[in-house]
């Protein structure tokens, strides 16, 4: 064996050994594997074909001169050249969950809610319907917060009274899920008790029948005695605790948390910051204490125009991987969609001709937003009445094909506007 | 056809094809193990070529060109125009932002009539000159970018070959944008062309209907040409092939955009040719796709915000969903702003870092008074107070503190940003041997933390400093300082 060809043959082991352990990865990898040339996927033979193609004496060295191209004969007729969608096999599911609880579940609201179940990508529908249309929830809080006066004008007469601004926000706006940030709980700001908080709650739970999620103040400890006074008084109904996190886990509370949604049959968010080892881990230590279909991820929603697209990146990401198999991200996945507003461009005057902001403000929030529902989110938290509204449409929409009427569209070059 | 048959026509590339011509030193300069880890990336479209250093070295300059040839991106690039004012659209080599990253930002067309007046007759009337000059002057600056628009869509709602011809006279004399011919009679077309036999326009479209025609006048003015096949990917694929047969090779592809009941076919149509195209192979689908927001203000008797607001939404979905190019009607800002910044958004780099290195940053030449302000480390956050800074002029410094990659709200929120943290990114600084006064501006959104903060600086050893609250936004700084700075002294 002459020295080329030893190389060649060492390369062709290493490239077999990594073939071997590359094989897994990919559909796509997997087809490419299949045709090698004209070869068939048979280690001898490819082995005797590497070693013929880096054997330099055999190789061509020389192009042939091109052959001039016969004269095209123009088709007189359209071409038929019919399609067939690329469709593909997903080994895994997102798990389905339930929030709220009717009288019969141990629960009191007027309906439950099932989000989940994707097994596909986001609304692709020439592979399957999604099983669950994604799921819209009004935020509302438990004092009155600084908002940009483009929702501020919606919500000015009930933002001190959190009953009614749920139940503005279910009969008017249409909200099919309820979140109540109980904000006044953080310790810098009223530091309100927890049973004081889980009052507030119970409140709520009166006002509205739709299922509801608990929101937090963001500090870790004061979050966990919160949390578990609500789980307590709420028993049953099945409310979304939003949010859980490794921060909890850190100052050794997220283990009382968990157990106390599990003992009281609610379901947790697990919130962290677009890192998707960071959710996973997340969701092992949740496991421990929390039924596997009582668990939604929080995996961060940034504003449009401040980072949005790490979100969208990170849910296209996090929901192939769980459609691949990837069994701690196959949860739903829960958007903070009012956070758009984080983003100046959502409010700021930026002088006449970007006026409306009555306009902008909501827009952005809803571009925000169907950027996460084409990504796969399933369950958003939203707060502009306009946003909302349009969401609703939007998801109904896309959850029923088939019924283009392209007569519509077919002469729209000439159109008068 | 089979999906077996599909693929038959297309270049099949394995990973040994690429490893072959690689340098086969697994020198590991592109950071991956060897050069096979290597070629199944590229082939996966995870890495380019030129991540590999050695291979741009003159001895492989053979097996280079060979490569790039091989590896030519699935969908064709197609260039639109001349010159500086071209815009090059396609030339995507993934289907997934994840998978590598997008190239060729959505190009960005808005629509003028052949029948609309040059200049307005009366106030708010769609005058020609008007709108031209509108999207050329349109400019958004965001995170020290500028932010614009790209076309000019010339249609003809006179039918009338004459009266196009003179409406893109016209738009040529007052751009030099690059053009979309919108006509679907093709004597129609052909006098517009003549208006713009310089400009390579992209042609809109060829039908069912007229395909043999416009293919002729796509190879005699040698511009790209849309195929048009409304909600029919039969019609679409096979009107393709007959073009590529035809001897037109630079295709533009449109599957209709479909406003309100056609949204779901429409989000899927777009989704299943760029599918076929990256994931199949398919090469007849291997094209730029183009979508029409514009047909949103087709579609009832809804008041102007209710259209342009439809047509804001299914522009977003559809750069969400592959569009590469979009036909659109309303100038508004504030329709414009978002489509601008999320145009702008997806089309960065995925692998970018999402923070800055913390670390106390200099605008200007800052001296002993000059103020000490603070943000976070978010990439975001940073660029959004440096781009303020900058068009403010003066001479600052700024703390930029470790959040881990979180802004300012969300860090307060969850901790990330505590006056812990603050006192020793202060303290770290050494900010504190660099000026006399004892003054820090916090972010307004960590307005909160103002009091703890000032007793945490006394804990680590900088007694006396007091925080003055600063703006929730960045761009109110210059307000704030002219006010507030330098700070008179109060009483403790």
């Known amino acids: 064996m002459g020295a080329e060809e030893k190389k060649a043959a060492t390369e062709l082991a290493e490239l077999l050994r990594l073939l071997g352990l590359e094989g897994k990865r990919e559909i796509e990898l997997e087809d490419v594997e299949l045709t090698v040339g004209e070869l068939i996927l048979d280690p001898s033979a490819l082995a005797s074909a590497a070693l013929k193609a880096v054997a330099p004496p055999k190789m061509k060295t020389v192009a042939p001169p091109a052959p001039l191209a016969p004269p095209k004969v123009k088709p007189t007729t359209i071409l038929e050249a019919p ?191 677009l890192d998707l080892n960071r959710a996973k881990e997340l969701n092992r230590k949740l496991y421990d204490y929390v039924p596997e279909d009582n668990i939604l991820m929080d995996l961060t929603t940034a504003a449009l125009g401040y980072g949005l697209e790490y979100s969208f990146t990170i849910h296209e990401r996090a929901r192939m991987a769980a459609l691949m198999g990837d069994s701690e991200l196959q949860h739903p996945v829960l958007s903070g969609t009012t956070n758009a507003w984080a983003a100046r461009e959502a409010w700021i005057k930026l002088g006449p001709e970007w006026e409306p902001r009555s306009l902008r403000g909501p827009l952005w929030e809803t571009l925000t937003a169907l950027s996460l529902l084409l990504a796969g989110v399933d369950l958003f938290m939203m707060m502009h009445p306009d946003a909302v509204k349009t969401m609703k449409k939007v998801v109904e929409q896309l959850m029923t094909g088939g019924k283009a009427k392209p007569e519509k569209i077919a002469n729209w070059v000439n159109a008068k506007i | 056809m089979t999906e077996r048959e599909i693929k038959r026509g297309v270049k099949q590339l394995s990973p040994i094809d690429v490893y072959m011509l690689l340098p086969r030193t697994n020198c590991k300069e592109c950071g991956e193990p060897n050069c096979m880890a290597f070629a199944a990336k590229l082939v996966n479209r995870e890495v380019s070529l030129e991540e590999c250093p050695p291979i741009l070295k003159k001895e492989h300059e053979k097996a280079y060109k060979k490569l790039q040839e091989i590896l030519a991106p699935v969908i064709k690039e197609i260039t639109i125009g001349t010159g500086e004012h071209a815009v090059k659209i396609g030339g995507k080599l993934v289907m997934y932002r994840h998978e590598f990253t997008y190239h060729n930002p959505v190009a960005l067309a808005f629509d003028v009539t052949d029948e609309m007046p040059l200049h307005p007759r009366f ?113 679409l694929r096979s009107l393709s092939k007959t073009m590529i047969e035809y001897g037109v090779e630079d295709l533009v592809l449109d599957p209709g955009t479909l406003p309100d009941e056609g949204l779901s076919d429409t989000v899927n149509n777009f989704t299943m040719v760029r599918r076929n195209a990256c994931k199949g192979w398919d090469k007849l689908f291997g094209f730029p796709l183009i979508g029409t927001p514009i047909t949103a203000w087709f579609t009832g008797k809804d008041s102007k915000e209710m259209l342009a607001w439809k047509e804001a939404y299914v522009a977003s979905m559809l750069m969400s969903r592959y569009a590469d190019i979009l036909i659109m009607h309303s100038l508004d800002g504030w329709v414009q702003l978002p489509t601008v910044i999320w145009r702008f958004n997806i089309y960065t780099d995925p692998r970018k870092p999402v923070a800055v290195e913390p670390e106390l940053k200099t605008f200007g030449k800052p001296d002993e008074m000059s103020p000490v302000m603070l943000t976070t480390n978010y990439a975001l956050t940073y660029f959004t107070v440096e781009s303020d800074l900058k068009k403010f002029g003066g001479n600052y410094y700024l703390i930029v503190v470790d959040t881990e990659g979180i802004s300012v709200e969300s860090a307060v929120a969850g901790r990330y940003l505590t006056a812990e943290v603050i006192a020793e990114a202060v303290k770290n600084s050494g900010v504190a041997e660099k000026v006399k006064h004892r003054y820090l501006i916090l972010p307004g959104m960590a307005a909160r933390l103002s009091g703890e903060t000032e007793d945490e600086l006394k804990n680590v050893g900088l007694p006396g400093w007091r925080v003055i609250v600063g703006t929730r936004d960045s761009s109110g700084i210059a307000k704030l300082l002219e006010e507030k700075w330098p700070p008179k002294e109060e009483e403790e």
Request: hydrophobic share 40%; charged share 25%; glycine share 6%.
């Open chain 1, 83 to 273: 399609f067939t969608p690329f469709v593909q096999e997903y080994p895994g599911q997102i798990r389905e969950v339930t929030l709220g609880a009717t009288k019969s579940g141990g629960g009191s609201r007027g309906k439950k809610i099932v989000i989940g179940g994707a097994t596909t990508p986001a609304f692709y529908l020439f592979e399957k319907t999604p099983p669950h249309p994604p799921v819209i929830s009004v935020d509302t809080f438990d004092m009155k917060v600084t908002l940009p006066k483009a929702i501020r004008m919606h919500v000015e007469e009930v933002w001190e009274d959190t009953a009614a601004w749920a139940k503005m926000a279910v009969d008017k706006w249409g909200a099919e899920v309820l979140t109540v940030h109980l904000l006044s709980t953080d310790p810098l700001i009223k530091d309100t008790p927890p049973a004081k908080a889980a009052k507030t709650v119970e409140e709520v739970l009166q006002a509205v029948d739709v299922p509801l999620i608990i929101g937090g103040c963001g500090d870790p400890k004061k979050d966990a005695e919160v949390f578990t006074k609500v789980a307590e008084v709420t028993e049953g109904e099945r409310v979304l605790l939003s949010s859980v996190t490794l921060d909890m886990d850190e100052a050794g509370v997220l283990e009382g948390v968990a157990k106390a949604a599990g003992k009281h049959g609610h379901l947790v968010l697990g919130f962290t910051a």
């Open chain 2, 123 to 235: 106030s708010e009337e769609e005058a020609l000159v008007d709108r031209v000059k509108n999207v050329e002057n349109f400019l958004y600056n965001y995170i020290g970018r500028d932010l614009n628009l790209d076309m000019i869509a010339v249609r003809s709602t006179s039918n009338d070959p004459t009266t196009f011809k003179s409406a893109v006279e016209e738009v040529t004399k007052v751009t030099d944008l690059p053009l979309v011919l919108c006509a679907l009679d093709p004597s129609v077309m052909e006098a517009g062309l003549v208006a713009a036999s310089d400009r390579r326009p992209l042609i809109y479209a060829a039908t069912k209907d007229n395909w043999n025609e416009m293919a002729d006048l796509a190879l005699m003015y040698n511009c790209p040409l849309t195929v048009f096949a409304p909600n029919d990917l039969n019609l």
